[in-house]
């Protein structure tokens, strides 16, 4: 379970309310700042962002292999 709050006057607070047992165990870890101000779409990578590298780096494919990808990884039907 994660659980997100800020700091008053030196005590966390978080921003919903919730109920812990007495004696629960629980980590405080600070965000980044950057990532605070930045919204969660900005901090997750895109798949061309994680995949980029990835990109032109099959040299001796056919020249359908984008568009029969199933065809040639999975034994699925051609596609024309």
């Given at each position: ?40 779409e ?39």
């Amino acid at each position: 379970m994660t659980i997100q709050g800020h700091v008053r006057n030196g005590i966390v607070v978080p921003d919903r309310e919730i109920s812990l047992p007495d004696g629960a165990v629980v980590e405080i870890r600070l965000l980044d700042e950057q990532k605070q101000d930045t919204p969660l779409e900005k901090q997750t990578p895109t798949l061309y962002d994680a995949l980029g590298d990835l990109v032109g780096s099959i040299k001796d494919a056919p020249e359908d292999f984008a568009s029969n990808h199933d065809h040639y990884a999975h034994g699925g039907p051609k596609r024309q």
